[in-house]
């Protein structure tokens, strides 16, 4: 359960990136794309006045004393910054608005592709690692598209308009500042890697950490810890991931700190060789001041964007690690139909299993070659030890796993050559432990039917046996249950999904354990509730207690994955076999 579950040589580093797939993000938000464009190419042309604004300052109207010309430069110096400035604001709105955006479609699409996994995806993975990569993991895209998506263009733009400013400037010393680019961008090269292995690392250690707070601070979580008085443990065990976690991010940070240094020195060193050359070059071959100062000012808008290109790889490469994250679970194959499925309207309620078999994925359990049916209208009640396959059969029925071998009908249809939707929507499930939303009794139960009339519900809790109880709570049918409708007793909470099934009014009924775990008081209830339910309906009926399934028109005992008699109970008591034996553990 608390097993750790990252382990450094399985996370190679990856494939290449998808920048197809990258791109269909940002695809439909093309046209706020090409405004922003626009306005990154207005500033970085605006950006480029100021030097060269300095050159006629030094060059022409200091020498020349022309005040005038000197205002003018000034005014435009001033009036530029001003309005790159407002473009800067827009822009701000545009990348919040496109990054926001796809924040919001990644964030839909994941969720959606997760209710439609299997439900062996959800068994085999643990709730606090889907919850961390639906939301840490889709919030750190964000950072990505809104500044370095932003920063690469401008960057660009940046770099095209000033190589245009310094080779108009002077030929010699533009060509001499392109000369030492590569000296300053490969140095860089490999922090990328070691940033982007870190990322990753740090992130596995939050979905460990997320899993195991998510485990130990649920309400069953808590109680285990609780009754085995384990809170040490617990804390030994954080302590050491949120320890672990703790050394990761001191690493990505040491990372970052060097890359930095790299950075800060290049971005003097480059313009120091500048007045060096550019010195000797005033010095000897009449290179006016004014180009100088203007060119090692542009050279400075050279620089620091080439610097932040390559911090930009590094930026890149490591959230790719996220989207990566992302692209793995959308990648993982949903439920999905065959294409040439029909949709069942309506059913019967015949319901039947042909020699069915399924075994769970890397054991040898399951259930093996199991054929029954279910008439319309008829109980029938699986019985067998713990662990004998009664609750898969359960689950097999409405497709939450598909048999490896044999087939089950619905009237007639293979069930895999129908949509799970419409298999689904003829089935009521009212299982040992009912989930409720935390939220109103009345909300709960219009879950299964949204434009369920107010008579309608109370006629279903009636019947359910549950009404009574309900409007005898001080909010009535307002009552806000719990978290797993934890301030209701099992019993209530089991006749409340009685009601619900009853709202939902399907063809075939699964009850599993729908009355085991519960006092004689609230099992007369629920009995007398399911009688009104299983009104012609077809029902499946899985359970320990044999009291509830002396009426089934027909039952099955399983063992180890097999049925081993069948018969009603008159029969299999006279039998003497497996069902006398469970009888009579039973009953004593
Ligand atoms: P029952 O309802 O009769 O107590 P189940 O149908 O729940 O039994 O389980 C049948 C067998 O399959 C058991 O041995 C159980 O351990 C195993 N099993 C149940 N669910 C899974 C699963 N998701 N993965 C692997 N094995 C499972």
């Given at each position: 359960m608390w097993s750790s579950m990252y382990n450094p040589e399985k996370q190679k580093l990856k494939r290449r990136v998808d920048w197809r797939r990258l791109g269909e993000l940002f695809r439909p938000y093309i046209w706020q794309e090409t405004q922003l464009t626009i306005c990154i190419v207005a500033t970085s042309i605006l950006g480029l006045l100021p030097p060269l604004l300095t050159l006629s300052i030094i060059d022409k109207a200091i020498p020349k004393n022309d005040f005038n010309l000197l205002l003018i430069d000034v005014g435009l110096m001033l009036g530029s910054a001003l309005v790159s400035g407002l473009i800067g604001v827009y822009q701000g709105y545009l990348s919040s608005f496109v990054g926001e955006s796809i924040i919001r479609d990644l964030h839909t699409r994941l969720v959606t592709h997760l209710h439609h996994m299997p439900l062996s995806f959800f068994a085999a993975t643990k709730t606090g690692e889907i919850m961390n990569r639906v939301s840490n993991d889709v919030e750190a895209v964000d950072s990505v598209v809104t500044m370095t998506m932003v920063a690469i263009l401008t960057n660009v733009f940046i770099i095209i308009t000033t190589l245009f400013a310094i080779f108009a400037l002077d030929a010699r010393l533009a060509a001499l500042s392109l000369v030492l680019i590569p000296l300053m961008v490969l140095p860089l090269w490999p922090v990328g890697r070691r940033m982007y292995e870190a990322r990753k690392r740090t992130r596995a250690k939050r979905d460990e950490m997320h899993a195991s707070t998510q485990e130990t601070l649920s309400v069953s979580g808590i109680v285990l810890v609780k009754s085995f008085v384990k809170e040490e443990l617990e804390r030994s065990r954080f302590f050491k991931l949120a320890d672990d976690l703790m050394k990761l991010e001191v690493n990505v940070a040491m990372v970052g700190r060097w890359f930095l240094m790299a950075i800060t020195f290049m971005i003097t060193a480059g313009p120091a060789a500048i007045w060096l050359i550019g010195g000797?070059?005033?010095?000897?071959?009449?290179?006016?001041?004014?180009?100088?100062?203007?060119?090692?000012?542009?050279?400075?808008?050279?620089?620091?964007?080439?610097?932040?290109?390559?911090?930009?790889?590094?930026?890149?490469?490591?959230?790719?690690?996220?989207?990566?994250?992302?692209?793995?679970?959308?990648?993982?194959?949903?439920?999905?139909?065959?294409?040439?499925?029909?949709?069942?309207?309506?059913?019967?309620?015949?319901?039947?299993?042909?020699?069915?078999?399924?075994?769970?994925?890397?054991?040898?359990?399951?259930?093996?070659?199991?054929?029954?049916?279910?008439?319309?209208?008829?109980?029938?009640?699986?019985?067998?030890?713990?662990?004998?396959?009664?609750?898969?059969?359960?689950?097999?029925?409405?497709?939450?796993?598909?048999?490896?071998?044999?087939?089950?009908?619905?009237?007639?249809?293979?069930?895999?050559?129908?949509?799970?939707?419409?298999?689904?929507?003829?089935?009521?499930?009212?299982?040992?432990?009912?989930?409720?939303?935390?939220?109103?009794?009345?909300?709960?139960?219009?879950?299964?039917?949204?434009?369920?009339?107010?008579?309608?519900?109370?006629?279903?809790?009636?019947?359910?046996?549950?009404?009574?109880?309900?409007?005898?709570?001080?909010?009535?049918?307002?009552?806000?249950?719990?978290?797993?409708?934890?301030?209701?007793?099992?019993?209530?909470?089991?006749?409340?999904?009685?009601?619900?099934?009853?709202?939902?009014?399907?063809?075939?009924?699964?009850?599993?354990?729908?009355?085991?775990?519960?006092?004689?008081?609230?099992?007369?209830?629920?009995?007398?509730?399911?009688?009104?339910?299983?009104?012609?309906?077809?029902?499946?009926?899985?359970?320990?207690?044999?009291?509830?399934?002396?009426?089934?028109?027909?039952?099955?005992?399983?063992?180890?994955?097999?049925?081993?008699?069948?018969?009603?109970?008159?029969?299999?008591?006279?039998?003497?076999?497996?069902?006398?034996?469970?009888?009579?553990?039973?009953?004593?």
């Open positions: 000797f070059l005033a010095i000897k071959h009449g290179v006016t001041v004014g180009v100088l100062v203007s060119f090692v000012a542009l050279l400075g808008r050279l620089y620091t964007p080439v610097s932040s290109l390559a911090g930009v790889q590094v930026q890149v490469v490591s959230a790719l690690a996220v989207f990566e994250r992302i692209f793995d679970y959308l990648d993982m194959s949903e439920e999905r139909d065959s294409p040439n499925a029909i949709v069942l309207k309506q059913t019967d309620g015949a319901v039947k299993f042909d020699d069915v078999t399924f075994i769970y994925p890397d054991t040898n359990r399951g259930v093996r070659n199991l054929t029954f049916e279910i008439h319309p209208g008829q109980m029938v009640a699986i019985v067998g030890p713990s662990g004998a396959g009664k609750s898969t059969v359960a689950q097999l029925l409405p497709r939450l796993f598909d048999p490896d071998s044999g087939v089950i009908l619905i009237d007639q249809h293979d069930i895999k050559s129908v949509t799970r939707a419409s298999v689904r929507s003829h089935i009521g499930i009212v299982m040992q432990e009912t989930y409720l939303f935390h939220d109103t009794i009345l909300a709960n139960l219009k879950y299964a039917k949204e434009d369920a009339s107010e008579d309608e519900v109370i006629q279903a809790c009636k019947a359910a046996n549950i009404h009574d109880f309900i409007t005898s709570l001080p909010e009535g049918y307002k009552t806000i249950v719990g978290e797993r409708g934890h301030k209701l007793s099992g019993g209530e909470r089991q006749r409340l999904a009685i009601a619900r099934v009853l709202l939902k009014d399907p063809k075939i009924l699964i009850l599993d354990e729908a009355t085991s775990s519960l006092d004689t008081e609230n099992e007369a209830a629920i009995q007398s509730a399911l009688e009104p339910l299983m009104q012609g309906r077809s029902t499946l009926v899985v359970a320990h207690r044999l009291s509830t399934i002396m009426s089934a028109d027909c039952i099955y005992v399983v063992e180890d994955g097999s049925i081993v008699e069948q018969g009603n109970h008159q029969k299999l008591l006279a039998a003497g076999g497996a069902y006398a034996r469970l009888y009579r553990a039973n009953m004593s």
